[in-house]
């Protein structure tokens, strides 16, 4: 029957492990770093202290996201859901058209989107470090002092830009999650919390292979050392 779930072919009752907890952890606090970047940004501190730790957070998470795509779960590495632009665009014709094609972790679609917006923050991050507050030059971030003031003044234009292009790159996330659901009938937020979607004939595989917890950790520190020591190194200084 066109349209149909993997659960139609199952009972509800059997699911399988679909998303590890370290990429769940990772999806949801970036959620609220952006929100709360917005809010740092708008009704912080005169020295925007909590905006830069803010920034620092994402950069570090994002430097773990990398990490992880080449280290962690099965789901979560890059090569699981790297699809060529013309997989993508006939995957959206099927969509478009409701022929049924169900992915255990992110469809070419999805994994375009992630793509996507892994270099759009990350970009935003790094502008953030050359950046100055648009209001007041004597607030900017820890490497703005050390770039020529047209580099520093194109770092800051484009931080703002970039923060807004993010915002309806979401706005599209969050809409075609609403279409899925609609369309579909698929729900693609609850994987992300329970970490598990319902037994089924998957494209791409049937479970999640774990990664060790380990490993995330050991990725989370390389992260934050990479993100910090090249802070330092560049002369700048995190405080």
């Known amino acids: 029957m066109e349209g149909r779930k993997p659960a139609d072919r ?3 009752a059997e ?35 909590w905006h830069k730790w803010n920034g620092y957070a994402i950069l570090v998470l994002i430097i773990w ?29 099927d969509f478009a058209l409701r022929r049924p094609r169900h992915f255990l972790g992110h469809n070419p679609l999805g994994g375009s989107v992630v793509f996507l917006m892994l270099g759009l923050i990350g970009l935003q991050g790094t502008l953030g470090l050359f950046s100055y507050d648009d209001h007041d030059a004597n607030t900017g971030g820890p490497l703005a002092a050390k770039v020529a003031d047209a580099t520093w003044a194109l770092a800051t234009k484009w931080h ?12 599209l996330h969050l ?24 037994a089924g004939n998957y494209e791409d595989q049937q479970e999640v292979i774990l990664a060790p917890g380990t ?25």
């Open 10 to 12: 199952v009972t509800k």
């Open 15 to 49: 699911t399988v492990r679909a998303w590890d907890v370290p990429t769940r952890l990772f999806h949801w606090s970036l959620v609220t770093l952006i929100v709360l970047a917005y809010v740092s940004r708008r009704w912080g501190d005169a020295g925007l202290v």
């Open 65 to 93: 996201r990398l990490l992880w795509g080449f280290a962690g779960s099965s789901t979560s590495r890059f090569k699981s859901f790297f699809y060529w632009p013309w997989t993508s665009a006939a995957y959206g014709l």
């Open 160 to 171: 703002l830009i970039i923060f807004n292009v993010i915002l309806a790159v979401i706005g």
């Open 175 to 198: 809409l075609a999650n609403l279409l899925y659901v609609l369309w579909k009938g698929e729900n693609l937020v609850k994987p992300m919390i329970t970490g598990r979607k319902a």
């Open 215 to 239: 490993r995330a950790v050991i990725c989370l520190m390389a992260a934050a050392l990479l993100v910090f020591g090249g802070i330092m190194a560049a002369g700048g200084k995190v405080l």
